[in-house]
């Protein structure tokens, strides 16, 4: 039997997405020949980057004046682009973990760089609400989702400068107004398809402002008047991505994606509130749907290895904690069927039974 996948990235794919890719691995679309060894320009990968660009707006809801690319270099290269592209003199930034301080950095290349706000001496256990933005910044850059810290921020901020966006780890996972938005990217092994591929959602009037020279790879421009294929696209994750797509267009689409995503997030929150040998680790109104983040505690502490072993023994994979945090993540992405969510919860409810050093009421 196949084990449940945890894991916070790459991660757990719709196993339409994986059969189907399998399939065009070993016979595109009927040509005898492999997805990986036809050409990039040949009609039929057009009409997969075509349906997948299409989807890409269909269920985002992405308004006029937007275009989507596919890039490589991951959301880390993302963090060098957007300032590259888009930071004249000065930029905002709002430091909610690792992925966001990194963007930060990056950006300092490039410009002043304003943090105005960061959780970071709480270990990223929230996400702060309380700053001011420039109103002289190029733009804001935001982490919708904090992969590693299990905090999200639920809705969609006010700015008065364009806002950018890195929602690796919850794009298509909660229904979003693209509107306002300026620039969302994310690599694709989180919740889309496998590594190897990061969207771009951008607004083009923002672009061909800045004053320096922008390397022709590096530049979003390049990418929108080619469609993507400027050069040789990571053809199999777009593929898989296309995929993925078609499955969550026929399970309803972001608003249902949404819906199954808060009802199994709460499922596993509800378990670690109630369990005694458990306390999540992230503030609570700024719980991440995505990846929920947990330890065993104080009493407990010297059970987590144990415990770990034990959701092993369950066929329940990938639920180590990151090393910054500790304990246990459980990343419950789109393709995460409720029953696997249910199967840790029983296995928190046996291992409690069994462990427990006395009765809770
Ligand atoms: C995983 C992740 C990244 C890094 O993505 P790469 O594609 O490996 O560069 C960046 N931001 C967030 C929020 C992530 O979860």
Not at 11 to 32: H, R, V, W
Not at 233 to 262: C, D, F, H, S
């Amino acid at each position: 039997m196949k084990k449940v996948n945890f894991s916070a990235g790459p991660s757990i794919l719709p196993q339409q997405t994986i059969e189907e890719t399998s399939k065009a691995i070993l016979d595109f679309n009927g040509s005898t020949l492999s997805l990986m060894e036809v050409s990039h320009r040949g009609k039929d990968f057009q009409a997969v980057m075509d349906e997948t660009i299409e989807l890409f707006k269909e269920l985002l809801n992405i308004p006029q004046g937007y275009s989507v690319v596919f890039l490589g270099g991951g959301a880390s290269l993302q963090f060098c682009m957007v300032p590259f592209n888009l930071l004249e003199k000065k930029a905002a930034y709002l430091n909610t973990g690792t992925w966001a301080n990194k963007a930060q950095k990056e950006a300092k290349l490039f410009g002043e760089v304003v943090e105005v706000a960061t959780s970071k001496p709480d270990n990223y256990t929230y996400i702060p609400k309380d700053y001011t933005i420039p109103a002289d910044a190029d733009y804001f850059h935001i982490t919708t989702n904090n992969t590693i810290f299990g905090t999200e921020i639920h809705t969609d901020l006010d700015s008065p400068v364009p806002l950018v966006a890195d929602m690796s780890s919850d794009i298509f996972a909660r229904v979003i107004d693209v509107s306002k938005y300026a620039l969302i990217y994310g690599g694709a092994q989180k919740n889309l398809a496998p590594a190897g591929v990061t969207f771009v959602i951008v607004k083009d009037e923002l672009l061909g402002k800045v004053s320096r020279q922008i390397p022709t790879m590096l530049d979003y421009r390049t990418h929108i008047e080619n469609g993507s294929m400027f050069n040789t696209p990571p053809v199999v994750p777009i593929y898989a991505a296309m995929q993925t797509l078609r499955w969550l267009k026929a399970n309803g689409g972001v608003a249902a994606m949404e819906k199954k995503n808060k009802e199994k997030a709460a499922l596993l929150y509800n378990e670690i509130d109630r369990n005694p040998m458990f306390v999540g680790t992230a503030n609570k109104e700024d719980r991440s749907l995505m990846n929920v983040c947990f330890v065993m505690t104080d009493e407990y502490k010297e059970k987590e290895a144990d415990f770990l072993a034990f959701t092993k023994e369950k066929n329940l994979d990938g639920l180590k904690g990151h090393r910054s945090v500790g304990g246990f993540r459980a990343s419950i992405y789109n393709a995460m069927p409720v029953e696997g969510v249910q199967a840790l919860v029983d296995a928190m409810k046996e291992f409690e039974k069994k462990n427990a050093k006395r009765q809770y009421i």
